[in-house]
């Protein structure tokens, strides 16, 4: 069975800019979640969805966004970049929402905002 | 609002057993759960724990203590490749709260 992917792997903007991440979660994965990670703050919880629906959000201000399709897949969205938004945003599915909170992560995009 | 504190390093010798230990602050306590992650790569599921007790898994083993709002990951038998960084992470709001990591343990191990 496939892994969690992610597109794209590094990415470069300039800020001011807006930027969509993309996530692809393991085959009958139904649940999202997004994380930032930086070497300052650690691993920061972005957002969870479920069956398109957004369950929760973290302490992000509203420049990111988020989605799910009815495929499972999920995008995020970051508007008006900032310098402090460089990190390795990394998603991560899992069967369902709750439960054992046993999450697979995919690889991380890289994104750095000059 | 949730948080959890965790020790930054811990040393160890090949071969031994090495316990991180953490504690955390949360309404709701839904469940406490391990991740491991190695320089470069992404995080992976450890272990998990909803109830008091000791959960084993192979060398892992992960213990709570909800009336402590506490719980340590045991890691035995140490190998090189599990010089890592350590997370545990919780989930309040009786489950309806987004996951919420410590800062991470960075385990190194020694020949």
């Known amino acids: 069975k496939a892994g969690v992917t992610q597109t794209p792997r590094y990415l470069i903007k300039t800020r001011g800019q807006q930027v969509t991440l993309s996530c692809s979660p393991i085959s009958g994965h139904r649940s999202v979640s997004w994380y930032q990670q930086t070497p300052g703050q650690g691993l920061q919880f972005l957002f969870e969805y479920f069956s398109e629906t957004q369950r929760n959000k973290g302490n992000f201000p509203g420049r990111f966004s988020g989605r799910q399709f009815s495929n499972s897949r999920s995008e995020m969205n970051v508007s008006t970049l900032e310098l402090g938004d460089s990190a390795l945003y990394l998603c991560?599915?899992?069967?369902?929402?709750?439960?054992?909170?046993?999450?697979?992560f995919g690889p991380g995009t890289r994104l750095t905002v000059t | 609002g949730q948080s959890l504190e965790q020790p930054s390093e811990v040393t160890a010798v090949e071969g031994a057993i090495v316990q991180i230990n953490c504690t955390y602050q949360?309404?709701?306590?839904?469940?406490l759960s391990w991740y491991q992650q190695h320089d470069g790569g992404a995080p992976t599921f450890l272990s998990y724990n909803a109830l008091d007790g000791l959960e084993e898994t192979g060398r892992f083993s992960s213990f709570l203590s909800r009336s402590d709002s506490y719980g340590y990951l045991l890691l035995q038998e140490l190998q090189m490749k599990d010089s890592a960084s350590y997370f545990c992470a919780v989930r309040g709001g009786g489950g309806a709260d987004g996951l919420t990591f410590g800062k991470g343990t960075h385990l190194i191990i020694q020949p």
């Open positions: 949360t309404s709701g306590f839904y469940g």
């Open positions: 991560a599915s899992s069967l369902s929402w709750g439960g054992s909170d046993e999450q697979y």
